[in-house]
DNA sequence: TTTTTTATTGACTGACCAGTCAATCAATAA
DNA sequence: TTATTGATTGACTGGTCAGTCAATAAAAAA
């Protein structure tokens, strides 16, 4: 039953599906055909919307930079202590759905992606400008060095991730973030400016 | 020309390929013909010895690991001081060599990978409880909460890694290790016993 | 109504690949 | 010398997959 207007439901519907199908399989060494077989849909259609399957990936990984980032921009607004900008940051990059296994599988996937994609590369290079950014602006009046101290932050974040994200389910993430924090305190006692 | 005791040799050469054709492709996406090529024999023989290609990827890691591993021992090898031992950790875990671009690639596939191979992902936990055991035993004379300092160590040096290994060439790895150094002396600065 | 546009797919192609197996060849042991 | 064992591969199989294309069907426009 073809109807107009079905260009953005298939493009969202696909790009679900190959973050289930890449949860699913923990790889991107998934197929055309079973992401659209999950939306409901023929390959053939997947390829009529995307191009292929590289363009597919792409899509994908800049949804879920999207919804990272929209989360960021979600808890900064109406925050303006510098502090409160600082916890916000690192609270919205550990809430627990970006801990969901389809996500954090998407993630360490585009990490590897980006070795052999220019185009995945430069995405993640987007989205780690931008929170490095967003460390030094709320660090600028705390510490004397904010850009090293963003760095710092930011590793810490990033790992703190790929070590949760890794471990065994049931453990408790309220951990990642605290340790997080209480980096943060130390960055602040250690270089108040 | 068929020799006898030739099987250390062609598991190490293979084991090399697979390094080396991970990073010229950036992925795991790799054939066994193309290991084998690069190796100089034949596809066959590469099942001969492992297997599989699974278990060619695990004895891979199991490679890059078993490296890192040794690199670290030898870097704390005659060195008692507890903050000599901090910063041989971290000098080791961002030694040049771990930055070659295969090297990264493997690690970032391996990463990946541990999410859908439980035998990758015990591997993976193998190494990260060494780190943070070692981290731990150099900082107990050192700060109050030795536990909680380690899994912030451990997350700046796997975050500084992802980033360094993920950014573009040219960079300074240098960085890196100032950055976590720079970490560590505020950890002893902010909670000394 | 006719034409055009959009949505959709079945069927196909060309290519590739992991893994198997029987056979060959050389060194070595009996 | 003969039998055995380790090293090695060519040839093959069963299966898979990305991407193409022409055709169909339903809206929408003319």
């Known amino acids: 039953m073809p109807k107009v207007g079905m260009e953005p439901i298939r493009r969202e519907a696909l790009i679900q599906a190959t973050i289930a199908e890449i949860g699913a399989k923990g790889t991107l060494d998934i197929t055309v055909s079973a992401i659209a077989r999950r939306a409901g849909v023929s390959p053939a259609l997947a390829h009529h919307y995307f191009g292929g399957k590289e363009q597919l990936f792409l899509s994908t990984m800049r949804y879920i930079l999207g919804v990272y980032g929209a989360d960021v921009r979600a808890a900064l607004r109406g925050t303006e202590a510098p502090q409160a900008r600082l916890e916000a940051l ?95 305190q130390l960055e602040l006692k250690g270089a108040a400016q």
Not at 100 to 128: D, G, I, T
Not at 136 to 153: F, G, N, S, T, Y
Not at 157 to 182: C, F, K, Q, S
């Open 90 to 184: 690192v609270l919205a990059g550990f809430a627990p759905e970006h801990f969901r296994r389809e996500v954090v599988s998407a993630w360490m996937n585009f990490y590897a992606l980006a070795l052999s994609s220019s185009a995945a590369a430069r995405l993640l290079s987007v989205y780690q400008r931008r929170l490095r950014a967003n460390l030094r602006h709320a660090l600028r009046p705390l510490v004397a060095d904010p850009a090293a101290a963003a760095e710092r932050i930011a590793a810490v974040i990033d790992g703190l991730y790929l070590r949760e994200g890794l471990a065994p389910r049931e453990t408790e993430h309220r951990h990642a973030a605290d340790l997080a924090m209480t980096h943060i």
